[in-house]
């Protein structure tokens, strides 16, 4: 939990700052998008649908890293005495801490700048990236750049669902990247 914490904290530095050097016209948490979303047939529509693709994607991309390192690989074989490290790890440490700085903060600034797509493309390049990045020494650069662009995809599919069906709410992103986590994490 002081982990999950210290994590949320510190990507949520850069949007408070930010947040405190602006105008403020509107609290913290609802300038880097935790707020309710606007909920209709459609978001709730996309969001399942998302949550399916990505989740059979997953199980396949997990079948190519058999055998990498990857930070839910801590609850191998732990069984279900781990479930409430794995919730926490799930929805808490990457989860909410990524959306908030990914799709809360950087796609929200750069949109400001350079309008939805520039600004959606941008943050999903810089996700996939450092999700590529991380398995740097572990990998080979063809299994590295799948992943890049698979994570990549997955945050301009979120950007996009925040911003053009939520009403730029991060609850969409944050419970299908959350779910994501748990499946994926329950996996191993």
Do not use: D
């Not at 059979?56 to 690989?73: K, V, Y």
């Not at 801490?97 to 350079?114: H, P, S, V």
Request: hydrophobic share 55%.
């Amino acid at each position: 939990m002081v982990a999950a914490l210290f994590q949320v904290v510190l990507f949520s530095v850069p949007p408070l700052i930010a947040w405190l050097l602006s105008q403020r016209s509107e609290t913290f948490f609802q300038s880097v998008g935790l707020k309710w979303p606007l909920i209709s047939k459609k978001l709730i529509s996309a969001a399942a649908l998302t949550l399916l693709i990505f989740l059979a994607l997953g199980f396949a991309t997990r079948h190519l890293l058999a055998g990498i390192e990857l930070a839910n690989s801590q609850f191998t074989n732990l069984n279900f005495k781990a479930l409430i490290a794995i919730l926490i790890y799930a929805f808490i440490k990457t989860a909410l801490a990524e959306e908030i700085f990914f799709r809360g903060f950087l796609l929200k600034r750069l949109q400001q700048r350079l309008g939805f797509l520039p600004a959606n493309l941008i943050q999903a390049v810089i996700f996939g990236g450092l999700h590529g990045l991380l398995l740097l020494t572990q990998t080979t650069s063809p299994l590295i750049l799948f992943i890049s662009l698979f994570t990549g995809t997955v945050g301009f599919v979120f950007g996009g669902l925040n911003e053009k069906l939520a009403g730029g709410s991060l609850f969409p992103s944050w419970l299908i990247h959350g779910l994501s986590n748990l499946v994926s994490s329950l996996w191993v």
